[in-house]
T-cell receptor
Framework: TQLLEQSPQFLSIQEGENLTVYCNSS?????LQWYRQEPGEGPVLLVT?????EVKKLKRLTFQFGDARKDSSLHITAAQPGDTGLYLC????????????FGEGTQLTVNP | EAGVAQSPRYKIIEKRQSVAFWCNPI?????LYWYQQILGQGPKLLIQ????????DSQLPKDRFSAERLKGVDSTLKIQPAKLEDSAVYLC????????????FGQGTRLTVV
């Protein structure tokens, strides 16, 4: 059973389009982290959201944590080919001994 | 600071053989994770250490997988005997013990079992 459900699993868009990736769970997390992974590399942290309702922006990327701290979204404005990669959300639970659980990922392809 | 180091980068073995992976975490990071990542999927936690103690190994197939973290620093993950379905990337990550500290990942070891 996957604790964190990501959607969509695959996304192929044209340069300049906007997109949103969703990360949903029935569990409450202490924090939620978004990672980006390129082929042959380990995941690299993009952002951590901690407070329910929190919104963080990283250039053209906007991250939101749900009010109940069970879900999160990643919105990319005017996508570029350099945004291509595997986007992973990961939930962190301090009460579970600092366990970091990943979703299945969203494979994004931005075509020029 | 130096990142998480893993070796080897690639390994090809025949089924039923044994294999070991090594991880050197970032200095001072008490928590160390081993994840298995099958192509196109998210990483799946195999085992988590805090210093040299096991915190969570509930998803580790203990009949064939073992891991240790001697002296709370380096860690090794072993598979014996390997099966075809063990073909995956094995990722090691480490983090500081407090707060929302980021988990830093190594480049991983790509294992192919033939």
């Amino acid at each position: 059973t996957q604790l964190l459900e990501q959607s969509p699993q695959f996304l192929s868009i044209q340069e300049g389009e906007n997109l949103t990736v969703y990360c949903n769970s029935s569990s409450v997390f202490s924090s939620l982290q978004w990672y980006r992974q390129e082929p042959g590399e380990g995941p690299v942290l993009l952002v951590t959201v901690v407070t329910g309702g929190e919104v963080k922006k990283l250039k053209r990327l906007t991250f939101q944590f749900g009010d109940a701290r069970k879900d999160s979204s990643l919105h990319i404005t005017a996508a570029q080919p350099g945004d291509t990669g595997l986007y992973l959300c990961a939930g962190f639970k301090e009460t579970s001994g600092s366990r970091l659980t990943f979703g299945e990922g969203t494979q994004l392809t931005v075509n020029p | 600071e130096a990142g998480v180091a893993q070796s080897p980068r690639y390994k090809i073995i025949e089924k039923r053989q044994s294999v070991a992976f090594w991880c050197n975490p970032i200095s001072g990071h008490a928590t160390l994770y081993w994840y298995q990542q099958i192509l196109g999927q998210g990483p799946k936690l195999l085992i988590q250490f805090q210093n040299n103690g096991v915190v969570d190994d509930s998803q580790l197939p203990k009949d064939r997988f073992s891991a240790e973290r001697l002296k709370g620093v380096d860690s090794t993950l072993k598979i014996q005997p390997a099966k075809l379905e063990d073909s995956a990337v094995y990722l090691c990550a480490s983090r500081r013990i407090r707060g929302w500290a980021e988990a830093f990942f190594g480049q991983g070891t790509r294992l192919t079992v033939v």
